[in-house]
């Protein structure tokens, strides 16, 4: 008997969830957590957009409390949306997102590579998206794609820690079932061990840092004292040219008069022979 209640309990669950994710997709629901006290039965519902799941001054959620009530027969419902920070960080989010994208019709290896590279952008130490259904084509053989980065925990107890999401994508070839596991950032794993180093060891670090920073700085700045002397004497070298550029071009002037005077005196001179 009480076996049956858990399950009547679960079943009911489940479809309040098919529900909601249908009412609420534009939303960007993605799970329901309900809790009961003896007064009311709290629903909380995490979506990306909360705007649009509240609606113009909570039409949105009256309707969906008083459908609530009717459908499933949950007595004094009351509904709280919780918004998602980073969405990034959410595996459910993140494989309807993929599963939007592809059943648009854009290419799964680009969709796929660059929701990775979000993720690990927002600070998840490991990602993994499992790909499956007709990827190559029509008419081709149905085959499974697995793109992972970083440390992922898949057995045992520790692998609960991980977040999990899945998501049909309904493409022109067939339907592509799309599976996302993200490890969030501050998840602790018990079998990974850091063994941090004695205190001695790091003031002697952090004074060998401090030395080489000071001895960088130096050369910095002997390098920058250089640039400046060698600048000087270089903008020194021009101005001395400028000064002897045009005393060079009198000089050249004064010659070629001098000449010029000595050429018309020898063609006077030799007029006055012939004449």
């Known amino acids: 008997m009480i076996e049956r209640i858990f399950m009547q309990q679960g ?47 909570g039409t949105n959620i009256r309707k969906l409390t008083k459908d609530i009530e009717e459908k499933f027969k949950i007595d004094n419902p009351q509904i709280e949306i919780k918004e998602i920070i980073v969405p990034e960080l959410d595996a459910q989010a993140m494989a309807d997102r993929i599963a939007e994208l592809i059943g648009r019709g854009y290419s ?3 969709i796929v590579y660059k929701t990775i590279k979000e993720i690990s952008r927002a600070g998840a130490p490991g990602v993994e998206i499992l790909l499956g259904g007709a990827l190559s084509g029509k008419g081709q053989r149905k085959r499974k794609v697995r793109i992972y980065e970083g440390y992922m925990k898949k057995v045992g107890e520790q692998a609960r ?58 050369e910095v700045k002997e390098e920058i004292i250089e640039e400046k002397t060698e600048k000087k004497e270089i903008g020194k070298e021009k101005k001395k040219r400028k000064h002897e550029e ?18 018309k005196k020898e063609e006077e001179l030799l007029q006055n022979e012939v004449e």
Do not use: Q
């Not at 998840?187 to 941090?196: A, H, L, M, R, S």
């Not at 071009?249 to 050429?263: C, D, M, T, V």
């Open 161 to 218: 820690y991980v977040d999990y999401g899945s998501a049909p994508a309904r493409a022109k070839f067939g339907i592509i079932g799309v599976k996302v596991k993200i490890v969030k950032p501050g998840t602790i794993f018990t079998d990974k061990i850091k063994i941090e180093k004695p205190e001695e060891e790091k003031k002697e670090e952090a004074k060998e840092k401090k030395e080489k920073k000071e001895e960088t700085e130096e």
């Open 246 to 263: 045009p005393k060079e071009e009198k000089e050249k002037g004064k010659l070629k008069e001098e000449e010029l005077e000595k050429e």
């Open 108 to 110: 799964w290896r680009s």
């Open 11 to 57: 079943l009911k669950k489940v479809e309040l969830e098919r529900y909601l994710k249908k009412e609420l997709w534009k939303a960007g629901f993605t799970k329901l957590e309900t809790m009961k006290t003896p007064l009311v039965t709290r629903i909380i519902i995490n979506v990306t957009n909360p705007g649009l799941a509240i609606g113009k001054g």
